[in-house]
Nanobody, 125 residues
């Protein structure tokens, strides 16, 4: 079965850290760019972080929304078929459901894209 599965969410205090994982099954993530997106309560889904496809040799390109730049780091482990999102210095406004997908555009509704079910991140004291 082809799917993406996020994990690693939870409740954390402001200033804390979390590492989210996006694990693929049924296909190889190596050939795909992967995006992490956030959907806050009552708001539309928005983009956050993106990592390019891998050639297995050089590092994949990355890009970040201004709101997370310098605090979040996206990376991939091809051997584990997993993409990670390291989130540091978390703020209450980072709260939301985090999704990973085989696209870096949150407005890309191409049915050929794969999306995970999401993992909840809550930043609160």
């Amino acid at each position: 079965q082809v799917q993406l599965a996020e994990s690693g969410g939870g409740l954390v205090q402001p200033g804390g850290s979390l590492r989210l994982s996006c694990a693929a099954s049924g296909f190889s993530l190596v050939y795909y760019k992967i995006g992490w997106f956030r959907q806050a309560p009552g708001k539309e889904r928005e983009g956050g972080s993106c990592i390019g496809s891998s050639d297995g040799i050089s590092s994949s390109s990355t890009s970040y929304a201004d709101s997370v730049k310098g605090r979040f780091t996206i990376s991939r482990d091809n051997a584990k078929n997993t993409v990670y999102l390291q989130m540091n210095s978390l703020k209450p406004e980072d709260t939301g459901v985090y999704y990973c997908a085989t696209t870096c555009d949150y407005r890309d509704y191409d049915p050929r894209n794969f999306w995970g079910q999401g993992t909840q991140v809550t930043v609160s004291s």
